[in-house]
């Protein structure tokens, strides 16, 4: 049974348009992230959160923002998305005290037209 | 964060050992080896983690050099649902980020 789910799995948006993309976790960890994925790179951090209610930025949270709304819901948000936002976008948590040990979901591949 | 060195590709037969190596010639006395790896169409997933010395887990074993500057992930009898990009990260035990490198790209064949 997945312990960090994503929805949707695929999207194509429109330039300009708003995305939501949605990440849900079981494993009762504090510690939730957004990564995007460029095709053939690692991963990027954009915006992580430690507790419900508040989120922080990453090393590229330009364009994005995101909304923790409780322990287990973790959302990033592209208000005006654009081209190059054209990426895998995957969500993580970890447990308070073993950063490290990031349990990744499945991804979500957004396609932006 | 100490940056990583890895080969960015290798190739194995299913049943040997492979080896994966990474050097971190800046890693600070706080920081940690961590070892993900990952398939087609899905998100990273942890292998081990190592200070020092030689760790050995269920997947793989890691062995750390006595200067900490180099690891080598070492995976025995490999088969084809091992062939995935495997990265190598060094953190600080204290640190949430995660820094992926371009990784090392393993081909299993049959």
């Known amino acids: 049974e997945a312990a960090v789910t994503q929805s949707p799995r695929s999207k194509v948006a429109v330039t300009g348009g708003k995305v939501t993309l949605s990440c849900h976790q079981t494993?009762?960890?504090?510690?939730m992230y957004w990564y995007r994925q460029d095709t053939g790179h690692g991963l990027r951090l954009i915006h992580y959160?430690?507790?419900?209610?508040?989120?922080e930025k990453g090393d590229i949270p330009d364009g994005y923002k995101a909304s923790r709304p409780s322990q287990e819901n973790f959302s990033l948000i592209l208000e005006l998305a654009s081209l190059s936002q054209t990426a895998v976008y995957f969500c993580a948590s970890s447990d308070w005290g073993n950063y490290a040990e990031q349990f990744f979901g499945p991804g979500t591949r957004l396609t932006v037209l | 964060l100490a940056k990583t060195t890895q080969p960015p590709s290798m190739e194995a037969y299913e049943g040997q050992e492979v080896n994966v190596s990474c050097s971190h010639t800046?890693?600070?006395?706080?920081?940690?080896i961590y070892w993900y790896r990952q398939v087609p169409h899905q998100g990273p997933q942890f292998i081990i983690q190592g200070y020092k010395d030689y760790v050995v887990n269920e997947v793989a074993s890691l062995f750390i050099s006595a200067d900490r500057k180099l690891s080598t992930l070492s995976l025995p009898w490999v088969s084809l649902r091992d062939a995935a990009v495997y990265y190598c990260i060094v953190g600080g035990s204290g640190s949430w980020q995660l820094i992926f490198g371009s990784g090392t790209q393993l081909t299993v064949m049959p």
């Open positions: 800046n890693i600070a006395t706080s920081e940690y």
């Open positions: 959160s430690y507790v419900a209610d508040s989120t």
């Open positions: 494993n009762n960890h504090d510690y």
